[in-house]
């Protein structure tokens, strides 16, 4: 079955770096995808990685995956106030690209 | 459109009625997806469109859901004969084409809450 999993919640400093984790179960995902929530707002994609890549760098984001642990990570390097948000990881299939989502983790960053 | 819109942005209900909810996607985009994120079940895949293909119904709940593409375009979500663990906020997405390269763009979702 499809499984997508990550940590509730969040703390971190202005100015320090911050790192969601996020683990997944089915090993046929083509894409993973991080996205972020603020309030009130619809879901916004951030950074996606394909499964053959180990590491993907996009200015404060760094997207690190380990394919054989399934394991995919977000990293804001100098995180700011404006980071604070719910973010999701979600794997995507090669077939209708249909995305399910992990649980979303809370990021609150304090000044 | 600059982006996609959902209307309404907020639905209350009375158990048993039906809801219709609308989605207008990015123009040019052929694929249409619909997702409901709710508290107990997090954010789940509903339902997508890609042009003029059948619908991937594999996520609808129960027959009580049904949605239709109207000339590759707009999206109208029906839930008949509403019930409270309805409550939720369905998202509707849209991207150029089912590719996994083609990101999907999300609406503000309409809030559905159900009494």
């Known amino acids: 079955g499809e499984d997508v999993e990550q940590s509730l919640f969040l703390s971190v400093r202005e100015g320090d770096s911050s790192v969601i984790n996020c683990t997944y179960t089915?090993?046929?995902?083509?894409?993973l995808y991080w996205y972020k929530q603020e309030p009130g707002a619809g879901l916004q994609l951030l950074t996606y990685?394909?499964?053959?890549?180990d590491m993907k760098q996009d200015q404060r984001l760094t997207v690190l995956l380990n394919k054989k642990d399934k394991h995919l990570s977000l990293r804001i390097a100098d995180t700011q106030t404006g980071d604070s948000a719910i973010y999701f990881c979600?794997?995507?299939?090669?077939?209708?690209?249909?995305?399910?989502f992990g649980g979303g983790t809370r990021v609150l960053v304090k000044p | 459109g600059a982006g996609v819109s959902q209307s309404p942005s907020n639905k209350v209900t009375e158990k048993g009625k039906d809801v219709e909810l609308r989605c207008d996607p990015i123009?040019?985009?052929?694929?249409l997806y619909w997702y409901r994120q709710s508290l107990g079940q997090g954010l789940e895949f509903l339902i997508y469109?890609?042009?003029?293909?059948?619908?991937?119904k594999s996520g609808l709940p129960s027959d009580r859901f049904s949605a239709e593409r109207t000339g590759g375009s707009v999206s109208t979500l029906t839930i008949q004969r509403t019930q409270q663990e309805d409550s939720a906020v369905y998202l509707c997405?849209?991207?150029?084409?089912?590719?996994?390269?083609?990101?999907?763009?999300f609406g503000p979702g309409t809030r559905l809450t159900v009494l």
């Open positions: 997405a849209s991207s150029r084409t089912v590719a996994s390269t083609d990101t999907q763009y």
């Open positions: 089915d090993s046929s995902s083509t894409y």
């Open positions: 990685i394909f499964s053959n890549m």
């Open positions: 979600a794997e995507g299939k090669a077939a209708g690209n249909k995305l399910t």
């Open positions: 123009s040019g985009h052929t694929a």
């Open positions: 469109f890609q042009g003029n293909s059948a619908p991937d």
